[in-house]
């Protein structure tokens, strides 16, 4: 694709010495020409060609293209039209052109008459900076930069954050109004090659989410997308943004477009996924989630179906602060994934039964539990639940079966969840809890609540508890001891549960 390339300092462009030098080792080599492929900035353009002259000099055939794809400018400006990443499309097409023995002039000829069709235009959420000196401009958190160059240099607009489908929009928007001094001109049913092109810091989840906006909104807007590519290809160290690279297309372009080349950092799309297309799957339907199975009320349901109401709202309550101790021990998101589980189950409640059986009730909470609350949570409540609703069947619903249910639940946590008491996790809640349930056993009807009231006091001695244990096992196990002084969101979480659970079941 390319023979060689020169590097300058940092954003900057290369002396004559070293261009000259590049040239005369490839013709050396036996070229019987060389093609300068350089970037729309001064310093190139003067260095590159004051190369170029005295390559000539010494009998090199030398030619240079200059490459100002850049879409920014909506009036004229002194500074005019930069070489940004459509440079790279020029790189591949005249590397093809050339390994099909084209003539440098033709060569010439054929990517000058390219370069009117290829704009580019880039977006930015942070400055980039020179290692060891400061960012190359100020941008404000929760705004974004359009139209910037490769070096750093501030863009043309500034604006809010937007959604990626948003902000694409905007880019195609602005590169293609006609109004503009640097438009790119596109017309419905053009044939387009597009390339995605991630400015240095952002994720490849972000690079496909702004790839799949990118495609939308060309073939929405009546655009042919022939290829896509999208990739790291023109960076400016750590900028956290992208740009968008669009190149009218024809039959013979993509013919270059598409030759093979074992230039490491080019995509090899023939794998199947060179057509635009085929970075899309359809979206596939929302599963409606609950069990399949027809579920009868009974006596009991009413009063179940309080408990789980109170049970939700006293998790979503305690959101935030479920999520401020785990920032101190974890990720930060317990509270997120307890609240999550509890919408679920709201939404469930609002168009199901509560089962009269408490067995298919905990069943179908274990299935709601693990398809929405996720993480390591989602597994263990859901294991809990699982295990507790064998014990709970044929209607058996007394307190001494309830002890026996919920603790199979603690021992199938502990089986699989590879945690024990005084290991700082919700175990150290759920297990006083239990053994209080199941001491109270053999109690007569009727003492079940009182054993139920005691059982949630363990539960919330057992959460505080945890303020002074090391962790051996969980989220915070992977934290220095002595940073651990909160409680364990975890077996606070499940301290909450019983409270609610007791409440709930005391009101009139
Ligand atoms: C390249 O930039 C110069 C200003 O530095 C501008 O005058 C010129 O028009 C630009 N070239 C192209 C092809 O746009
Ligand atoms: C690109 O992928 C194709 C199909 O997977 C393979 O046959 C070909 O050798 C690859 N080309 C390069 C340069 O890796």
Known sequence: MLSAAVAGGVFASPPPASILAAILCLHGAGASGVLLIVKNYTGDRLNFGLAAEQARNHGVDVEMVVVADDCAFTCPSKAGKRGLCGTILIHKLAGALADEGCSLVHIVAKVTEVLQGIGTLGVSLSPCSVPG????????????????????????????????????????????????????????????????????????????????????????????????????????????????????????????????????????????????????????????????????????????????????????????????????????????????????????????????????????????????????????????????????????????????????GMQAMRRYGGADLGDRTMLDALCPAVDELMKANSTPPGGGMAALKAAAQRAADGAESTRSLAAKAGRASYIAAERLTLPDPGAKAVAAILSAVVEALEEP
């Open 133 to 408: 000196c400061r960012p190359s401009f100020e941008l404000p958190p929760g705004d974004m930069e359009l139209g910037l160059g490769i070096h750093g240099e501030p863009g043309v607009r500034r604006s809010k954050v937007a959604t990626a489908d948003e902000v694409v929009s905007a880019m195609i928007d602005h590169m293609t109004n006609a109004a503009s001094q640097s438009c790119l001109h596109l017309q419905t049913g053009d044939v387009l090659v597009v390339c995605v092109n991630n400015l240095g810091a952002l994720s490849r989840l972000e690079m496909a989410v702004v790839t799949r906006a990118a495609i939308l909104c060309l073939e929405n807007r009546g655009m042919v997308v022939a290829r896509v590519m999208a990739g790291s290809f023109m960076t400016s160290l750590e900028m956290a943004g992208m740009s968008l690279t669009l190149m009218r297309a024809n039959p013979e372009i993509l013919k270059l477009f598409d030759a093979k080349t074992s230039a490491p950092a080019w995509p090899n799309l023939s794998g199947g996924c060179a057509s635009g297309r085929s970075y899309l799957t359809a979206p596939t339907p929302m599963s409606t989630g609950g069990p399949q199975d027809v579920l009868l009320e009974g006596p009991q349901s009413p009063v179940m179906r309080k408990v789980l109401e109170r049970v939700c709202s006293t998790l979503l309550e305690y959101q935030e602060e479920l999520n401020a101790l785990d920032r101190a021990s974890g990720d930060g998101d317990c509270g997120n994934t307890h609240a999550q589980a509890a919408k679920a189950i709201q939404v469930w409640l609002q168009s199901h039964v509560v089962p009269g059986c408490p067995g298919q009730l905990l069943s179908a909470l274990a299935g709601l539990v693990q398809e929405k609350m996720g993480g390591s949570s989602g597994a263990l409540y859901s294991l809990f639940l699982t295990a507790a609703s064998g014990h709970l069947t044929g209607g058996r619903s007394h307190a001494a079966a309830w002890a026996n249910a919920v603790h199979a």
